[in-house]
T-cell receptor, first 113, second 113 residues
């Protein structure tokens, strides 16, 4: 069964600094990978998705993620953090063979003024 | 406006009293799913449905039931709720499956005393 590991349940960065949120997956076949964001008291919104068309995926709000098969990683980055980026971020994976969607445990991002 | 609507948004109830959380989508999506979100555990899939009358277990189905009699509706039923089912619940839908971005509802916070 596929699984997703998000390293760091809490990440703090200064406003204007690089944001790096880590996600590693385990899957025996190329997966479908997603990053979602959850703002306080809201549901989840899609940030970006990987579907094998390109290894570097650009999403909304200036975020991007790079798929690295050799490292089984799909880390999320943003060059310059903004106060509005404070939220919880979830990595998720769907694999061939079933229609389950597996989420990581989430990373709460705090932006320091 | 495309949306997934959950009701109620908040509910406090007692152990053993049957309850239903409704979920409705207006996007003609075939795939619908329920998740529970708990601190430190991320989102875990409870049940999903590929189409009318087609449902399947996710990773944490124990204590829950679902039905899919109409394409737009996917209610979550707790026939005998217990305190360990106190959680934040999300319904989501997508056009055809888990490999496509999910559209989430705003969540239902259940407290079972």
């Amino acid at each position: 069964a596929q699984s997703v590991t998000q390293l760091g349940s809490h990440v703090s960065v200064s406003e204007g600094a690089l944001v790096l949120l880590r996600c590693n997956y385990s899957s025996s076949v190329p997966p479908y990978l997603f990053w979602y964001v959850q703002y306080p008291n809201q549901g989840l919104q899609l940030l970006l998705k990987y579907t094998s068309a390109a290894t570097l995926v650009k999403g909304i709000n200036g975020f991007e993620a790079e798929f690295k098969k050799s490292e089984t990683s799909f880390h999320l980055t943003k060059p310059s953090a903004h106060m509005s980026d404070a939220a919880e971020y979830f990595c998720a994976v769907a694999s061939f063979g079933n229609e389950k969607l597996t989420f990581g445990t989430g990373t709460r991002l705090t932006i320091i003024p | 406006e495309a949306q997934v609507t959950q009701n109620p948004r908040y509910l406090i109830t007692v152990t053993g009293k049957k309850l239903t959380v409704t979920c409705s989508q207006n996007m003609n999506h075939e795939y619908m799913s329920w998740y529970r979100q708990d601190p430190g555990l991320g989102l875990r899939q409870i049940y999903y449905s590929m189409n009318v009358e087609v449902t399947d277990k996710g990773d944490v189905p124990e204590g829950y039931k679902v039905s899919r009699k109409e394409k737009r509706n996917f209610p979550l039923i707790l026939e005998s709720p217990s305190p360990n089912q106190t959680s934040l619940y999300f319904c989501a839908s997508s056009p055809t499956g888990a490999k496509q971005p999910q559209h989430f509802g705003d969540g239902t916070r259940l407290s079972i005393l």
